[in-house]
């Protein structure tokens, strides 16, 4: 029975293993729990970061970072771009449903100018061109969900 048992444990152990292998490579290697522009930890750490000191010029260091970029951007700075066009278009009053509440409190009676807005779906459109972001989410099974949240931003973003 104890032979038994310890085989038992062993093929438990050898299985769970292989699971979290399975979600690590799932995950991108990057921190990303889910496709939602805030499920990974860059976009969370922007968010906090945003949340203890909400000002405009953390949001506009992370876009221009994305949109002025030539080359392809890595993985960090587009995943903050994405956060960011994400406070952008909740402070236009265009929030994502799943937009993280803390944050919510933070942007409530901020306002961005257009220019700030029109660099928010710049940085977008570069993120979805042409990034390391990109080109993970390309290798993953949740690519189209992940397309289909950028657009659903931009068109937040674009929102009258």
């Not at 889910?34 to 953390?58: G, V």
């Not at 080359?71 to 995943?79: R, Y």
Request: proline content about 4%; overall charge negative; hydrophobic content about 45%.
């Amino acid at each position: 029975m104890r032979n038994f048992a310890a085989k038992q444990n062993r093929r438990f152990c050898v299985c769970y293993s292989y699971f979290l292998y399975q979600q690590r490579n799932i995950t991108h290697h990057m921190g990303t729990w889910d496709y939602h522009n805030f499920d990974n930890d860059d976009a969370a750490d922007f968010a906090e970061n945003f949340r203890q000191d909400p000002n405009e010029a953390i949001l506009y260091e992370a876009l221009a970072t994305a949109a002025e970029t030539e080359d392809s951007l890595e993985i960090p700075e587009a995943a903050e771009a994405l956060a960011a066009a994400e406070i952008v278009a909740a402070i236009l009053g265009h929030p994502a449903t799943d937009f993280l509440p803390g944050l919510l409190l933070a942007v409530n009676g901020m306002e961005v100018d257009d220019d700030l807005a029109d660099l928010a779906v710049e940085a977008v459109e570069a993120v979805v061109r042409k990034s390391e972001l990109q080109e993970e989410w390309a290798n993953s099974p949740d690519y189209p969900k992940w397309q289909q949240q950028q657009q659903d931003l931009l068109a937040r973003l674009q929102a009258e």
